[in-house]
Nanobody, 115 residues
Framework: VQLQASGGGLAQPGGSLRLSCAAS????????MSWHRQAPGKQRELVAR???????NIADSVKGRFTASKDNAKTTVYLQMNNLKPEDTAVYYC??????????WGQGTQVTVSS
């Protein structure tokens, strides 16, 4: 399984960015896909998680500003980030867990929020 994340970049405070993460490969079924982020000097943290059963979890720190969604094929997930703040600056990673409980990480995409 390979994960390709895209959509990062530079945004001003209050601006928006949309991240995408596409999964590819053969012979796997998705149990969940999630977004994580890691700021310099900090631990990686969960931002949003979408399960195959339709449950979505959003971190309190981004609730009301970030929205996670997935396409109908359930192999691409999106993270719509609105009202960005400087503290959202981080490398954003997507992760996939298969129904056989194997986990995969994407390569990460940099999000920088600065005026």
């Amino acid at each position: 399984v390979q994960l390709q994340a895209s959509g990062g970049g530079l945004a001003q405070p209050g601006g928006s960015l949309r991240l995408s993460c596409a999964a590819s490969g053969t012979n796997f079924e998705v149990e969940s896909m999630s977004w994580h982020r890691q700021a310099p000097g900090k631990q990686r943290e969960l931002v949003a998680r979408l399960s195959s059963s339709g449950i979505t979890n959003i971190a309190d720190s981004v609730k009301g500003r970030f929205t996670a969604s997935k396409d109908n094929a359930k192999t691409t997930v999106y993270l719509q980030m609105n009202n960005l703040k400087p503290e959202d600056t981080a490398v954003y990673y997507c992760r996939l867990f298969t129904k056989t409980f194997r986990g995969y990480w994407g390569q990460g995409t940099q999000v920088t929020v600065s005026s």
